[in-house]
């Protein structure tokens, strides 16, 4: 169901950009993928820029795009991004650090006001044969979890950590053991503004999922569990792909694609949200891929699917009026010199009680040079008000620019595709970042692109909206 088409976005101001672009070993798995952050109590921001092979930059811009000040972080050979994120006082930039003498993550903060880099810290300090350490980092950014994997016969048995407050002064150093649980697979750390940590696992052969909370001050560990894989009708159905999302800076939410071991064929989509505040874990009703879910696929994307393939969970977003949207894409790689393609949104809509209540597919088509891999085709999506604002980079009617739709998170209603009047480049080369993408507030838009005038540049620019 369409409504009216947005209003025009009006672009405020736009300046020159430096970036140069960054190629990860796995697209899938980019470890750092918002690079513009909104600065409390502001309406100024920071970002996040690759400069050189060897230089990143953290800068500040105010309201009419005039930076404010550039740290430079240096990286250097076996160094790699881990990490972005800022309080109400600094600017955290965590790199990883690699070679054949020991690994360890370092943070450099940076002072919001002035600029100035404070004194980095080495955490999560192993040998170089041990598992890539890692970090965790409470939404509002005042508390951080570093941690090493403790392993036995290429089994995880424990993550030694240790908890930071929003200076990098350490709170507690833990354990988090895991040697009574038997198999299970990818750990994940979530900690939570208050600094409570939420373990999360999948076990049970891919088919549990399971959280863990741990209190600083408090030695009981709560568990919840809930198992969504199993035997149904004779197919023995698991784990396929799952995203973990610390919703209001507190809430533990879980999306699960579970999918037939044998065939690989995707069957449900399960829903948890784990409020341990209230000890109620709210498990939704699956919402089940049948053969008419895949025709109503094709006949909306004009695609011939055989199958759902390559489709992968991107997002659990809650909006003001406490309705969940879970969104996954279908983003494919269709060999070693063909472009990758990202292509339609699968759309699902919760109310406040968690029922499902709606679905939806967004049919797009977009692709890029394998080289750019999906720096600027995919999506970009945030909660505004009641909706889910969705900016993609698509050429419609000829016309490549960035669109906007509009999603009603209580009916499930999505607006047309509303072009932003970037005219954005359409020539092979990096045209947008969607990384620098984002929403300082309801009505104003943070993008990174560059226009298809001749010799244009990136540009950084200020959107806002009617």
């Not at 088409?5 to 918002?34: C, G, I, M, W």
């Not at 750390?189 to 600094?195: I, K, L, R, T």
């Not at 969504?228 to 197919?235: P, Q």
């Not at 969607?434 to 300082?440: G, H, Q, R, V």
Request: some cysteine.
């Amino acid at each position: 169901m369409l409504h009216t088409p947005l209003a025009q976005a009006q672009r405020v101001k736009s300046t020159p950009f430096a970036y140069v672009p960054e190629h990860t070993e796995d697209p899938y798995n980019q470890r750092v993928h918002v690079k513009t952050l909104a600065l409390p109590g502001s309406t100024d921001f920071i970002i996040l820029s690759h400069r050189s092979a060897s230089e990143y930059a953290v800068e500040r811009y105010d309201a009419d795009l005039k930076k404010v000040w550039t740290a430079t972080v240096p990286i250097a050979p076996g160094e790699s991004m881990e990490a972005f994120a800022r309080n109400d006082q600094q600017a955290l930039v965590v790199l990883h650090h690699g070679d054949e003498t020991g690994q360890h993550l370092l943070v450099q903060p940076v002072d919001l006001k002035t600029g100035q880099k404070l004194p980095a810290k080495k955490m999560a300090e192993g040998n170089a044969q041990e598992r890539r350490p890692g970090v965790s980092i409470s939404p509002d950014g005042t508390h951080l979890i570093a941690w090493r994997y403790v392993t036995r016969d290429a089994q995880i048995k424990a993550l030694t950590a240790a908890h930071y407050d929003r200076q990098l002064n350490k709170v507690k150093d833990r354990s988090y053991d895991f040697r009574d649980l038997g198999s299970f697979f990818s750990p994940s750390v979530h900690v939570a503004n208050d600094g409570t940590q939420y373990v999360a696992l999948i076990g049970d052969n891919n088919q549990k999922l399971t959280v863990r909370r741990y209190r600083d001050q408090d030695a009981d560990i709560k568990v919840m569990s809930v198992a969504v894989g199993g035997t149904f009708g004779g197919k023995k159905v698991t784990v396929r792909d799952s995203q973990w999302r610390l919703l209001d800076g507190q809430t533990l939410y879980a999306a699960a694609l579970c999918a037939d071991y044998a065939s690989g064929e995707y069957y449900s989509l399960k829903l948890v949200k784990f409020d341990f505040g209230t000890a109620d874990m709210k498990f939704a009703p699956e919402f089940k891929f049948t053969p008419e879910y895949l025709a109503e696929t094709n006949k909306l994307t004009g695609a011939s699917y055989k199958r759902l393939d390559d489709v992968y969970l991107s997002d659990v977003i809650r909006t003001e009026d406490q309705n969940v949207v879970v969104l996954a894409e279908h983003k494919a790689e269709e060999g070693p010199d063909a472009p990758v393609r990202a292509r339609e949104l699968h759309v699902f809509g919760y109310n406040e009680f968690q029922s499902p209540t709606w679905q939806q597919i967004i049919a797009k088509n977009q692709s890029a040079p394998i080289t750019e891999s999906f720096t600027g085709i995919g999506y970009r999506a945030a909660p505004i008000g009641n909706d889910v604002q969705v900016v993609t980079l698509e050429k419609l009617k000829d016309k490549t620019d960035l669109y906007l739709r509009k999603i009603a998170a209580l009916p499930g209603t999505v607006t047309e595709p509303k072009a932003l009047g970037l005219n954005v480049a359409n020539d092979q080369q990096v045209a947008y970042v969607k990384d620098f993408t984002t929403w300082l507030d309801g009505k104003t838009m943070i993008v990174v692109t560059r226009p298809s005038k001749k010799s244009a540049a990136l540009q950084l620019n200020k959107l806002v909206f009617k």
